[in-house]
């Protein structure tokens, strides 16, 4: 396949900025079609926790995981929750989510996969911030993991020896190196366990927004538009379709996020694509922090320093795309929060609390759609990237901009084949 003239990026989160950050680079003329503003609170990428994590590498579904569900959902503070007129529609997605890691074989395939998609994501994302203008943005502190105990770390070994076989290394804290390095932590909290090769973002919003100003310094376009399908005609691709009319192009990338299915049935393909909404709460000015953003295995929240304040991040919530956020899950998190850092005020004012409901374009097996389409090969997939967008979207872009060009991708795509739903 020769270079392409023209690419069409459909969608301006962080997977559709770093494929129009590699693109440019290429020397490729991009075009970038985004409803909203990019990196704006529309998109899953201004509101996540902001974890640069290498190590991500098992799925959110784990063997025997279902025994867990019922609790999880009979808990008004539990991490999981389901609209129950949307139920039924979620159904076959679920029962695929659990399917796919019914078995420890199946876990460790998914994290050979995640892995080839995550090693060195820290050092690409702080290479491309840096020729964004950006590089304060990506910093490299490690994340820590809090247990309540070392036996509650010991419950979940089967997961980290899967990490150990991939490569990733960490240290064991007892209570009193956790709590040397973690000062404002809970005094519950007694076991730790630090990833170091691991990152973070202080502000993905921005990030994002920086990426797409970069690519549009080296000519990238912006159109304000919503793409709805594409002409093709002999298999080969003409145009994007948007409600402001068709835009010529000899590639398109669909990045649009959780709103992707549509438009990957439009280009030949039936995927199995959910939003697993998440929320956030900020609090601006916080009386306590973690030095090392932090992950807690009991209540399943990730607590982040960001530019905008202290951010608690967390919940799956199984709903429809365009239902209305329940603020409720948010307030969960933010009540958790409190209780984590427990010199941080048991009351706050409403102006120091900032809340956001986010969509994670989620596939049930854990691992994204990347790969040429069935109905044209101009036509690029690249989203479902669940819980790990942001650190996945580096080596994401570059597979796009290397699958764009004709060229042998740089790790093997089998994993992630958009046609493995069929
Ligand atoms: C609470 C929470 C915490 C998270 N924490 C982390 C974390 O710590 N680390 C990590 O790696 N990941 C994390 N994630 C996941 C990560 O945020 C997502 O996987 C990632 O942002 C997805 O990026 P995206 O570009 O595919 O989608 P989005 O960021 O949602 O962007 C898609 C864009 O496409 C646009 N769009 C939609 N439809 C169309 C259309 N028809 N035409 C044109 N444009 C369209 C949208 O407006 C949007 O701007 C978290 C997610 C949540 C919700």
Redesign the pocket.
């Known amino acids: 396949m020769s270079k392409p003239e023209h690419v069409v990026i ?7 900025a770093a494929s129009a950050y590699q693109l440019v680079r290429a020397g490729i003329q991009v075009t970038l ?4 503003i ?1 990196g704006d609170e ?4 201004y ?7 290498s190590h991500s590498v098992l799925p959110p579904a784990s063997p025997g995981i279902w025994m867990q569900v019922p609790k999880w959902l009979a808990d008004p503070l539990g991490p999981l929750s389901v609209r129950w007129k949307y139920f039924p529609r979620a159904l076959p997605w679920l029962i695929r989510y659990l399917s796919a890691a019914w078995t420890y074989p199946q876990v460790e395939r998914t994290a050979q996969g995640l892995r080839s998609l995550l090693r060195d994501a820290p050092a690409l994302h702080k290479e491309m911030a840096t020729q964004a203008g950006v590089p304060e943005l990506i910093e490299q502190r490690g994340l820590l993991h809090a247990f309540l105990s070392r036996e509650e770390f010991q419950k979940d070994a089967r997961a980290w020896a899967i990490r150990k076989n991939e490569g990733i290394a960490w240290q064991e804290l007892d209570a009193d190196a956790l709590h040397a390095l973690e000062p404002d932590l809970d005094t519950r909290y007694t076991f730790g366990v630090l990833v170091p090769e691991t990152g973070s973002c202080r502000n ?1 919003g921005a990030y994002t927004a920086a990426l797409i100003r970069y690519a549009q310094t080296q000519g990238a376009a912006l159109t304000q ?4 399908g594409f002409r093709i005609e002999q298999g080969r691709l003409k145009a994007v379709l948007t409600d402001q009319g068709e835009v010529l192009c000899d590639r398109a990338v669909i ?5 992707a299915k549509v ?1 990957a049935q439009e280009a030949g393909d039936q995927v199995s694509l959910e939003t697993e ?4 709460a900020v609090v601006q000015a916080p009386e306590a922090s973690p030095r090392t953003p932090t992950m807690f295995a009991d209540c399943k929240v ?1 607590v982040s320093p960001m530019d905008q304040g202290l951010r608690v ?3 799956v919530e199984i709903a429809s795309t365009d239902d209305t956020p329940d603020w409720r899950r948010a307030e969960i998190l933010r009540d958790h929060l409190l209780t984590l850092y427990p010199t941080l005020p048991r009351s706050l004012s409403a102006d120091r609390l900032n809340l956001w409901m ?4 989620s596939t049930p097996d854990g691992l994204p759609c990347i790969g040429v389409a069935s109905g044209s090969p101009d036509i690029i997939h690249a ?1 479902g ?9 580096a080596r994401t872009g570059r597979l796009v901009a290397q699958l764009a060009q004709g060229q042998p991708p740089e790790i093997p795509l089998k994993p992630f084949s958009p046609q493995r739903f069929h």
Do not use: D, F, K
Not at 10 to 16: E, F, P, T, V
Not at 225 to 228: E, F, I, L, P, Y
Not at 277 to 280: K, L, Q
């Open positions: 459909i969608g301006a989160g962080i997977i559709g079609i985004e409803p909203g990019p529309q998109a899953s990428s509101g996540n926790a902001g974890w640069l994590s993905p538009a919503r793409a709805t990045a649009a996020g959780a709103r438009l909404r998440g929320y956030h990730i991040a967390g919940q986010g969509r994670r374009p989203y990237h669940g819980h790990v967008g942001l650190v996945s979207s």
